[in-house]
Every structure is written in structure tokens, then in C-alpha cells.
């Protein structure tokens, strides 16, 4: 972890020029906020992420964020959104940095 720098200019996975970005700032502030583990459309295993993230080599912890969001999504395509991307990211993100 310490050779990690956290950037400020973290992409996102909403796009703002989406006609119903009001909508997807609500069903995100829902996944990461009201619902409970069981209600999300994903589930986070810490410890493999914690042993993923420790053997990457890659640039920045956002780059490994975005990686494993994608990666996620794929393998499971009918949870895929990109408000639930978005609050996985931000939550294994917040994860890895102590927030």
C-alpha cells in the first residue's frame, strides 16, 4: 500500500450527460446509504480484495478500483448498472484508502 498514491480526478462510471442523472445520483445515494448488504447488487468479499489489491502492480488505487469494478461486472452482468458500478467502486475505494 505505500507505494499507492490517491489521485483527486477519480473517473466515474455515471455519465453526466445522462437524462436521468437526478435518478441515478438517487439510486446510487440508495446502494451506498439505505440498502443493506443482502440488498445490493453485489457483494464484496474484503479479504480477497485486500489480497488482490496487495499483489497488483499497477499505477494508482483508482486504476485498481475501476479494474475490479469492471472485472465484477462481467462475471456477473445481471446486477450490472452503472449506479451499481459506481457505489462498488466507491465502496471498495473507501475500503482500501481507510475512509
Known amino acids: 500500500m505505500d507505494n499507492t498514491k490517491p ?11 445522462n437524462e436521468n442523472l437526478d435518478y441515478s445520483i438517487f439510486q446510487l445515494n440508495l446502494f451506498l446509504n439505505a440498502y443493506s448488504d443482502g440488498q445490493k447488487p453485489y ?9 488482490s489489491y496487495r499483489q497488483w502492480n499497477g499505477i494508482d488505487i483508482d486504476e485498481f478500483c475501476q479494474d475490479q469494478t469492471i472485472g465484477y461486472f462481467l462475471l ?6 452503472a ?12 475500503f482500501l484508502l481507510g475512509v
Open 7 to 17: 489521485t483527486t480526478g477519480a473517473s466515474s462510471f455515471l455519465a453526466p450527460e
Open 76 to 81: 456477473n452482468p445481471s446486477n450490472d448498472s
Open 83 to 94: 449506479e451499481a458500478r459506481e457505489a462498488f467502486c466507491m465502496e471498495i475505494r473507501e
Open 43 to 51: 457483494k464484496i468479499d474484503y479479504n480477497v480484495l485486500l489480497m
